[in-house]
């Protein structure tokens, strides 16, 4: 039987003759690690920080600690003790409700088996020496091991697309990314995180994995977009406030852009890949990917390596994220994936090759999880961002991935609960497209802002 989602509302009354009504505290029975102190705060509809600094009468940076602004939600982030949150925060009639910051993780990848200077061997001919992994995913049909049918893609696939990987870092300088790769913003220390995880560097390995499968030059599927590193977490995993925060940064960041057309740009549009998970629910969260979504950007993510039911998987099951399965090369539900209903679609995820390193040596490694599946999916979704600078319109988007993903391919999901069975593909083999048309629906001549 499927479990409801539920979560305690907390609420108490100031030590007076006369109650006082205060905002819910809102903690998720079944959430991930919580961090302590750790909150999120929401404000009512039409209600200002202003209005908020005149009821707390000072400074709110002076409450506590890592205060920032959440306008996403709106409200803002701050760590502070239970007195300050119960007496002075809550006590804010205009405050909707506190959330405690939970930790969302990133999946586990294999242990890396790095190869020195082996990028090289695929610079010359990509199509032809794709990996089997990326060869499905442009096939006209179901394929049957071993094959040298080659990767097809648009020559231009993913050009002017922003894919933003909010991940462990990611390791720019990598050849795979073909100087295409920047720190967001520029920035050297990620905001999102304290001190001793500061550096955009890579943390583990796992962003720069993710992000060479999503846009890589040989590896990826989107081979000229723009690859953005957002490093919102480390091998402890990443705060959700953390997580809400960049996503409010990177809305900010995608709508400055699409206000800037009248001057020279080939900005196309933007997708997002969080190749992470937690437990149950976040109301900021889901308020933050609802936002981004508004301003057209994507959201893919990661079901989950636990092999089951992804319902209490976030973000996977909140509306209108893209979540991604994992499979191995002859389309079986690979063993770790999560699977059901909230699941979108699958990609390869099982032994698949990617950018790694070892200390300053850059090269290529084997790893599994579902965050190189969603991977895969985030790439495709720039192709057609690409092709048709799809920069506001997220069903357009949304329908592009259904009209070329193949159907009926996908073996051993559990029949309860039923996950669909759709494996992603980029539609450049597509039968039923024209010769003019480099997938299923794309218009016969690209950038058609939308």
Known sequence: MVRHLA????SASAVSTTAVSIAPYVHHQNASESIQDSYMVKFKSNYTLQNHLSHVGLNIALLGDDYYSLDILPGYHIKVNESVLQNIIRSDSGVEWVEATSVAHMPNLLPAETERNTMKRWQAAVEDLAPPD????????????????????????GSGVDIYILDSGIKIHHPEFESRASNFRGWHHTPYLNASHSTMEDADSHGTCVASLAGGK???????????????????????????????????????KKQNQDRPSRFAG????????????????EIAIQEVLRAGIPVVVSAGNEDKDAVNAIPCNIRGTVCVASVDRRYRKASFSNYGP???????????????????????????????SAAYVTGTLANFISYEKLQSNTDLVMRRMRDNWDVGYLEDFPAVPASPNTFNN??????????????????????LRR
Request: proline share 4%; glycine share 10%; aromatic share 8%.
């Open 342 to 372: 909230n699941i979108a679609l699958s990609a390869p995820g099982e032994t698949v090759m990617c950018a790694g390193y070892l200390g300053d040596e850059f090269g290529v490694t084997f790893q599994r999880g579902t965050s190189l």
């Open 270 to 285: 933007s997708v997002i890949n969080m190749s992470l998970f937690g437990s149950d629910r976040s109301l900021a969260l």
């Open 134 to 157: 990326l060869v499905m995913q442009s096939s006209a049909e179901k394929m049957s091991l071993p094959t040298a049918d080659g990767f097809w893609y648009w020559n231009e696939s």
């Open 426 to 447: 980029n539609g450049f083999r597509k039968h039923n497209k024209l010769q003019t048309q480099p997938y299923v629906g794309a218009p016969h001549s690209p950038h």
């Open 218 to 256: 040989a590896l990826g599927i989107a081979k000229r977009a723009n690859i953005i590193n957002l490093k919102v977490g480390s091998g402890r995993g990443a705060p959700l406030s953390a997580v809400v925060k960049a996503l409010n940064d990177v809305r900010d960041t995608h709508n400055t």
């Open 7 to 10: 979560w305690v509302l907390m």
